[in-house]
């Protein structure tokens, strides 16, 4: 408990002390940037340990995004970071009047994912450029990525601004008992539940990445062979372990056997006769996590796949057709490469469905029918859309990506990370001059004052239509309003 404390309280210390200018928020960003490239080999054999992922995977789904993510930030940091004029009233109508992002303080950002530790924690990336000091608590059962993270980051980032704790979940639960201005968690909703409750212990806002059962619908007029390539793609990436993957799929029954059919031919092309033995397969991050997708099986049909290997984390890329909405693997996220498909009789029942259940974190619909688009978006809700393909909203920066509901709350991405980690300070800033005109509002109040109170704003409105007119357009000195 007092380790946490120390390292929390000397973060904090910290934080109040030291300046945060711009430029030595750029400084972290461009060392963050030297970190990912100089040590690009190191962060790759970490993943194939921890994942069995290949270097071009890693390259895909980690560094391409990561230094487009830095390079966005770098660019855009001084406009993210600089005073938002806002529109005036009559009263303020001569005055600054502006939002001012600042940095909420020291912020704990806990993984409970296996995406990858070094980068789902460390790099929601852009940490550097909001000016906070960070605890980066990732996941533990990505052993070495998580190690890695620990030594790597020190050499490159300032170590005293961040700190990274990799120990489990006791060591956790007593970071969670400190006081933070932030939290960041990305994980389970079960965990997220708990790291809600400690954060409301010291008000703390939270950002929740959760998760859950994201639903795709494949209606029947659509391009199925395209559709199933990359329903294909988006669940079987890294074995299934994805926040994002499709969860399951509701289809009408004449197209079911359709769906199996062209899966198949894709992971054949994908993944050639034997998924074990290809390059481009990951593994379950451990047996825990293996033994519970396996078990999610047990009520179901198997269409395709179905084999594993317990000693190797290995688990087939599985479809399961005919699956019953109160079967095991329809209750619980599956992180896995299990897909299962539900039957429903047309558009309506499918919508019923999704509704009849938590909001999930993504939301997919493939059809060439606007009309079924249109349903689709309008009749439910989720934290994101992607129509007629899977996982590539997560990949545009000015999109805000997070849950909502059960999926969680809070948003990131290029500027709305930024804006989550930081306090939007109102200021109004007055002159000492025209005090006659405040008379209305001190007491005591009279008819009379009334009177003058709604005279002043006629004066205010006049002489801010003589201004404009006469000076053109009026502003502060942070910018024009």
Known sequence: VQMEKQVVDGLREVFQSRSRPLQYRKQQHRALHRLITERQADIEQALKQDLNRNTYNTSLFEMISIENDIKLAESDMADWAAPRPVKKNLNTALDDVYIKPEPLGVVLMVSGLTYSAIVVTATRVRFPSRGNAAVLKPSELSEHSARLMKELLPLYLDKEMYQVVTEGVLETQELLKQRFDHIFYT??????????????????????????????YVDKNCDIAVACRRITWGKFANCGQTCIAPDYILCEPSIQDRIVEEIQKTLLEFYQKDPKSSPDYCRIINTRHFD??????????????????????????????????????????????????????????????????????????????????????????????????????????????????????????????????????????????????????????????????????????????????????????????
């Not at 990445?209 to 639903?215: A, C, D, N």
């Not at 049909?301 to 890329?317: F, H, M, N, Q, V």
């Not at 996220?333 to 469905?353: D, H, K, Q, R, Y």
């Not at 992607?386 to 545009?396: A, E, F, G, I, Q």
């Open 187 to 216: 994980g389970s909703s079960t965990v997220g539940k708990l790291v809600m409750e400690a954060a409301a212990r010291h008000l703390t806002p939270v950002t929740l990445e959760l998760g859950g059962k994201s639903p795709c």
């Open 292 to 481: 519970r997708a396996l078990a999610l099986m047990n009520e179901c049909t198997i269409a395709l796949g179905g084999e594993s290997d317990r000693s190797k984390c290995y688990i087939a890329p599985t479809v399961l057709k005919d699956v019953l909405p109160h079967f095991k693997i329809m209750q619980e996220e599956i992180f896995g490469p299990l897909l299962p498909m539900v039957t429903v009789n047309g558009l309506s029942e499918a919508i019923n469905f999704i509704n009849a259940r938590e909001k999930p974190l993504a939301l997919y619909v493939f059809s060439s029918d606007k009309m079924v688009i249109k349903r689709m978006l309008t009749e439910t809700s989720s934290g994101g859309v992607t129509v007629n393909d899977v996982l590539m909203h997560y990949t545009v920066d000015t999109l805000p990506f997070g849950g909502v509901g059960n999926s969680g709350m809070g948003r990131y991405h290029g500027r709305h990370t930024f804006d989550q980690l930081s306090h939007h300070r109102a200021c109004l800033v007055k002159s000492f001059a025209m005090e006659s005109l405040n008379d209305a509002r001190y007491p005591p109040l009279t008819a009379a004052r009334l009177r003058k109170a709604k005279f002043s704003c006629s004066i205010a409105c006049a002489a801010v239509v003589a201004y404009v007119c006469g000076f053109g357009s009026y502003g502060s000195c942070h910018g024009e309003a």
